[in-house]
């Protein structure tokens, strides 16, 4: 193979990809439509031209053959009053009107049956442009229908990767943090509480167990429901220093 063949080759092959790529479908059927339009308006003009011929020869043999009877009248008016003659060139009038009568006729039968093919390619083609109307809308809509989908999946194929759709992952990623975050903070903050509560009730029992003590020192009895006042309590007739600072400790109590 030579190199003009290949080179002519790859230029065929690019300028066919590209004029595949510029055609536009629904431009293409709108041309198409109007080309076979045009088609229509030549056939019918066509028609019409082969009509007009054929009702003209249709007038012109007619009128050769009415000229054809009139010289056959002609003829026997001649031969009736014994000329013989007149007849004879009346005859050969006749003879010749009937003449081109005849071509006339072969003619207009050739002229017929051209019209009427002609009629029926017209009516054809009128079909085919209605069926074409028909179908070009229905291959636009189909079309559009077409480049709206691959336009949608496009969109949807690039949603991964859009910054659009990045934006919304990382702030999806920022609210489950900030909520584990929350979560930790409340777990937190419940411990903190339960370790209040728990120091609290460790300090009543501390409290109750030095009642007990004070008690037995005294000799008295611990009510559980509340702390005894000062007021209450029966002091001994000799208050020793131990017994006084005890006291001492009570009336603190009291006031906290």
Known sequence: MGLFDRLGRVVR??????VSKAEDPEKILEQAIIDMQEDLVQ???AVAQVIASQKRTEQQYNKNQAE???WQQRAQLALSKGDEDLARQALQRKKAASD???MLKQ????QFSQSEQMKKNLIALESKIGEAKTKKEMLKARAKAAQANKQLQ???SSMGTSSAMGAFERMEDKVLSLEAESQSAYELAGTGLESQFAQLEAGSDVDYELEMMKA???GGSVNQGALPSSSTAQPEKSASPVDTELEQLRQQLDKM
């Open 154 to 156: 496009s969109a949807v």
């Open 68 to 70: 054809a009877n009139s």
């Open 107 to 110: 003619q207009l039968d050739q």
């Open 13 to 18: 092959a690019n300028l066919n990809d590209l």
């Open 100 to 102: 081109t009568a005849g």
């Open 43 to 45: 056939l019918r003009q």
């Open 216 to 218: 037995q020192l005294t």
